[in-house]
């Protein structure tokens, strides 16, 4: 959902295809697309295969010529960029795994099910205290306007509340940070498509496409 709103922040025409992660992405024909049998994937221009949400990211930041939603490279922002999105893509998102090992363990063990919720919960509230602590005073992570960190951070800080860790309010500055970069209507708009609404963009989504479509396309 964060690529989807960094994509329209950045304005360059992209594609959507959705995929049925319980269904369609376990079929044989999307492994033979992409073996890793994940989401997020981008395909280049090139038909390239480019999986893992940094490297996307980091796709989008090579091609951002207008520098809308990064910075110079050799900047101090550009420095506390990739810094809070290694941050939130490691050790902060990294933390909710054992919440999630335990809601999706199959057959369920109550006892292995509680310990892995306890662990979660302590390492999800210390990861959310030192974010706490990295928030500046502009109105997004690092500038007064949204960047690669706030999609970043957007795609998995609703986590929080989708596992009853705690109030989100415990932390304020991350609290409104999270209000403010929900509200944008790149944000709005990806969030919808997750929930199945076909909203309209900024007009960079040139098109939905089903994935049979991108199969037999780039099936190789």
Not at 162 to 189: G, M, S, T
Request: hydrophobic share 45%.
């Amino acid at each position: 959902m964060g690529l989807v709103a960094a994509f329209e922040w950045l304005g360059r025409p992209y594609r959507l295809c959705r995929v049925d992660m319980f269904g369609e992405m376990r079929e044989p024909a999307y492994r033979r697309l992409n073996p890793r049998v994940e989401t997020p994937v981008l395909i280049t221009e090139k038909g390239e295969m480019l999986t893992e949400t940094m490297a996307i990211a980091t796709w989008l930041e090579a091609r951002d010529a207008e520098r809308r939603i990064s910075f110079d490279p050799l900047s101090r922002q550009a420095d506390r960029m990739h810094q809070i999105m290694a941050f939130i893509n490691t050790g902060f998102t990294g933390m909710f795994g054992p919440l999630w090992a335990a809601m999706e363990m199959e057959p369920p063990n109550p006892a292995k099910q509680s310990a892995l919720r306890e662990w979660g919960r302590e390492g999800v509230i210390e990861r959310h205290d030192r974010l706490e602590e990295m928030i500046d005073d502009t109105k997004f992570l690092i500038a007064d306007h949204p960047t690669l960190a706030d999609g970043i951070l957007i795609g998995v800080a609703r986590w929080l509340d989708f596992h009853e860790v705690a109030d989100k309010e415990r932390w304020p500055k991350l609290a409104a940070l999270r209000e403010r970069i929900e509200a944008d209507p790149a944000v709005v708009y990806a969030s919808g498509l997750e929930r199945g609404e076909m909203q309209l963009g900024n007009g960079a989504c040139a098109a939905h496409i089903e994935l049979s479509e991108l199969i037999e396309r780039f099936d190789s």
